[in-house]
């Protein structure tokens, strides 16, 4: 008995992914990108380009036409959602409990919703088993009925986790820049602000760091907040400026006492050190743009 060897299809172009700042090259590498990322899916991978690239560099004509048909309901959902004024929610599809039920099966009312654009994909590849393409869809309902500001942060969230901070930044500040109190409330927004400093923190960008924790503080005043801002302020304060700032915010010294300690031993951290040497003095936007080099060169294939 013979067999024939299945290789998966190679691209001779890479499709190149924003969020990650990488190339790939097969379906098999963007079914891992869509599991391993599900809160970074967005226009960076729902559009045109992406159906145009199976068709011309993987030369899977049928899920190409699959995808184009989905994207086009997409785009004709979002053009009804812009008309009518449903609101952000109704980007993709309805939202609620049919529409969660909706997307684990790939459509809402005969539209379009994330999940049934990026199913295809898994199955053309054959990429999940049948449990985990029902967990994956479990996911995609419950993240396709979020408003686009909490996709957005849900996205920032995970960026900081991967510790790509200055991605992550460049997304809270999306948030934060349209910002709407009355629709989520000082809670959400004193949470964005409080990843945002941490984000900055990651970037060795100590006192704007302290400035969003104080910001996040303001709105809600959390004792893991302000340890967060005592935390950041003697990695960018003077000896005598961090006294008198602990005065004026009136520290408690037990927990002032135990942020530095705290801070002794990370600063006695090698790579702590070492990073912060490197980066000490130099602009943000420098330091920003040397971080993104060096993580695109970290993931490029």
Same mark, same amino acid.
């Given at each position: ?112 919703? #994330?999940?049934?654009? #990026? ?25 396709? #009925? ?100 602990? #005065? ?54």
């Amino acid at each position: 008995m013979s067999y024939d060897l299945c290789l998966p299809q190679q691209a001779n172009q890479p499709y190149y992914i924003e969020n990650i700042r990488t190339g790939i090259y097969s379906l098999e590498e963007l079914c891992f990108y869509l599991y391993n990322n599900i809160s970074l899916i967005d226009e960076s991978i729902i559009n045109e380009k992406l159906c145009d690239w199976i068709r011309d560099e993987l030369h899977l004509t049928r899920l190409y036409r699959q995808l184009y048909e989905q994207l086009e309901k997409i785009e004709a959902a979002r053009e009804r959602t812009t008309h009518t004024g449903t609101g952000s929610s109704a980007r993709y599809a309805a939202t609620g409990p049919r529409a969660q039920e909706g997307a684990r099966r790939g459509t809402v009312q005969g539209e379009a919703t #994330v999940a049934s654009f #990026v199913l295809p994909i898994f199955r053309e590849a054959g990429y999940l088993n049948g449990q985990e393409m029902r967990d994956y869809q479990e996911q995609m309902a419950k993240l396709e #009925v979020q408003s686009d500001e909490m996709k957005q942060k849900l996205r920032g969230d995970y960026l900081v986790r991967e510790k790509m901070y200055a991605r992550a930044a460049g997304v809270y500040g999306q948030i934060l820049k349209k910002r709407n109190p009355g629709k989520l409330g000082s809670q959400f927004y004193a949470a964005v602000w409080s990843n945002l400093g941490t984000a900055y923190a990651g970037l060795f960008q100590f006192e704007e760091a302290a400035k969003c924790f104080l910001e996040s503080y303001q709105l809600m005043k959390t004792k893991e907040t302000f340890r967060k801002y005592v935390s950041a302020l003697p990695l960018f304060l003077s000896e005598e400026e961090y006294q008198l700032r602990l #005065v004026e915010i009136k520290a408690d010294e037990y927990l002032v006492k135990t942020i530095q300690e705290y801070n002794a031993k990370l600063c006695q951290n090698p790579e702590f050190l070492e990073r912060k040497e490197r980066m000490a003095g130099r602009p943000a936007g420098e330091v920003l743009e040397e971080l993104k080099e060096q993580y695109e060169r970290s993931t490029r294939t």
